[in-house]
Protein backbone atom coordinates (compact mmCIF):
# COMPACT_ATOMS: atom_id res chain seq x y z
CA UNK A 1 0.00 0.00 0.00
CA UNK A 2 2.90 2.34 0.76
CA UNK A 3 4.49 1.69 -2.66
CA UNK A 4 1.35 2.52 -4.24
CA UNK A 5 0.82 5.59 -2.36
CA UNK A 6 4.47 6.84 -3.76
CA UNK A 7 3.43 6.09 -7.27
CA UNK A 8 0.34 8.02 -6.82
CA UNK A 9 2.51 11.24 -5.42
CA UNK A 10 5.15 11.20 -8.02
CA UNK A 11 3.72 9.14 -10.81
CA UNK A 12 6.97 7.12 -10.55
CA UNK A 13 7.77 3.35 -10.34
CA UNK A 14 9.71 3.31 -7.18
CA UNK A 15 11.32 -0.36 -8.29
CA UNK A 16 12.72 0.82 -11.66
CA UNK A 17 12.02 4.81 -11.39
CA UNK A 18 10.12 4.19 -15.04
CA UNK A 19 7.52 7.60 -15.73
CA UNK A 20 4.06 5.47 -15.34
CA UNK A 21 1.62 8.62 -15.11
CA UNK A 22 1.46 12.13 -13.91
CA UNK A 23 2.23 11.63 -9.99
CA UNK A 24 -0.14 14.24 -7.16
CA UNK A 25 3.55 16.09 -7.17
CA UNK A 26 5.73 17.34 -10.13
CA UNK A 27 8.93 18.16 -7.55
CA UNK A 28 10.72 17.66 -4.63
CA UNK A 29 9.62 21.17 -3.70
CA UNK A 30 6.53 20.63 -3.90
CA UNK A 31 6.51 17.53 -1.41
CA UNK A 32 7.91 19.36 0.75
CA UNK A 33 5.79 22.17 0.93
CA UNK A 34 2.91 19.57 1.31
CA UNK A 35 4.73 17.40 4.22
CA UNK A 36 5.30 20.74 5.79
CA UNK A 37 2.19 21.93 6.19
CA UNK A 38 0.81 18.66 7.45
CA UNK A 39 3.68 18.66 9.71
CA UNK A 40 2.43 21.79 10.98
CA UNK A 41 -1.74 20.93 11.15
CA UNK A 42 -0.61 17.48 12.92
CA UNK A 43 1.70 19.55 15.98
CA UNK A 44 -0.86 21.74 16.44
CA UNK A 45 -3.44 18.80 16.81
CA UNK A 46 -1.02 17.12 19.12
CA UNK A 47 -0.49 20.82 21.08
CA UNK A 48 -4.26 21.18 21.31
CA UNK A 49 -4.68 17.10 22.69
CA UNK A 50 -1.49 17.90 25.48
CA UNK A 51 -3.54 21.62 26.29
CA UNK A 52 -7.03 19.46 26.60
CA UNK A 53 -5.28 17.10 28.98
CA UNK A 54 -3.41 19.26 31.04
CA UNK A 55 -6.25 21.42 31.74
CA UNK A 56 -8.84 18.67 31.66
CA UNK A 57 -6.62 17.35 34.66
CA UNK A 58 -7.34 19.60 37.75
CA UNK A 59 -10.84 19.28 36.33
CA UNK A 60 -10.37 15.30 36.92
CA UNK A 61 -8.88 15.51 40.30
CA UNK A 62 -11.99 17.82 41.39
CA UNK A 63 -14.39 15.23 40.20
CA UNK A 64 -12.38 12.26 41.33
CA UNK A 65 -13.15 14.06 44.85
CA UNK A 66 -16.29 14.60 44.57
CA UNK A 67 -17.00 11.02 43.78
CA UNK A 68 -15.26 10.00 46.56
CA UNK A 69 -16.68 11.88 49.32
CA UNK A 70 -20.56 10.69 47.57
CA UNK A 71 -19.40 7.41 47.46
CA UNK A 72 -18.53 7.26 51.19
CA UNK A 73 -21.86 9.39 51.98
CA UNK A 74 -23.46 6.53 50.12
CA UNK A 75 -21.79 3.69 51.76
CA UNK A 76 -20.09 2.39 49.09
CA UNK A 77 -16.57 2.60 47.58
CA UNK A 78 -15.22 3.75 44.06
CA UNK A 79 -13.31 2.45 41.43
CA UNK A 80 -12.02 2.54 38.54
CA UNK A 81 -11.71 6.49 38.21
CA UNK A 82 -8.06 6.53 38.13
CA UNK A 83 -7.89 4.97 34.65
CA UNK A 84 -9.58 8.84 33.93
CA UNK A 85 -5.69 10.16 33.79
CA UNK A 86 -4.34 7.85 32.06
CA UNK A 87 -6.40 7.66 29.52
CA UNK A 88 -6.04 11.24 28.56
CA UNK A 89 -2.58 11.27 29.12
CA UNK A 90 -2.72 8.03 25.63
CA UNK A 91 -4.37 10.30 23.42
CA UNK A 92 -1.47 12.98 23.14
CA UNK A 93 0.68 10.65 23.23
CA UNK A 94 -0.95 8.61 20.36
CA UNK A 95 -0.80 11.56 18.29
CA UNK A 96 2.34 12.50 18.88
CA UNK A 97 3.41 8.89 18.03
CA UNK A 98 1.39 8.98 14.77
CA UNK A 99 2.82 12.77 13.72
CA UNK A 100 6.53 10.87 14.35
CA UNK A 101 6.14 8.08 12.06
CA UNK A 102 3.71 9.89 9.19
CA UNK A 103 6.01 11.70 7.47
CA UNK A 104 8.36 8.68 6.62
CA UNK A 105 6.12 8.25 4.15
CA UNK A 106 6.86 11.76 2.51
CA UNK A 107 10.43 11.35 3.11
CA UNK A 108 10.29 8.26 0.71
CA UNK A 109 8.62 10.67 -1.92
CA UNK A 110 11.63 13.08 -1.97
CA UNK A 111 14.13 10.28 -1.80
CA UNK A 112 12.56 9.24 -4.95
CA UNK A 113 12.72 12.22 -6.94
CA UNK A 114 16.08 13.19 -5.64
CA UNK A 115 16.94 9.53 -7.53
CA UNK A 116 15.16 10.49 -10.26
CA UNK A 117 16.67 13.61 -10.86
CA UNK A 118 20.57 12.15 -10.55
CA UNK A 119 19.57 9.74 -13.14
CA UNK A 120 18.77 12.44 -16.04
Avoid: D
Amino acid sequence: MKQRRVVQWTGYCPLCKVKLMEGKFASTAEVKEHSEKIRKTEKRAVRFAWIATLAGIPIGIVIYLWSLSTAEAAGGTVRGHWAIPLLTLVVPIMLWGISKFSGNEYNEVVQLFHEIENQT
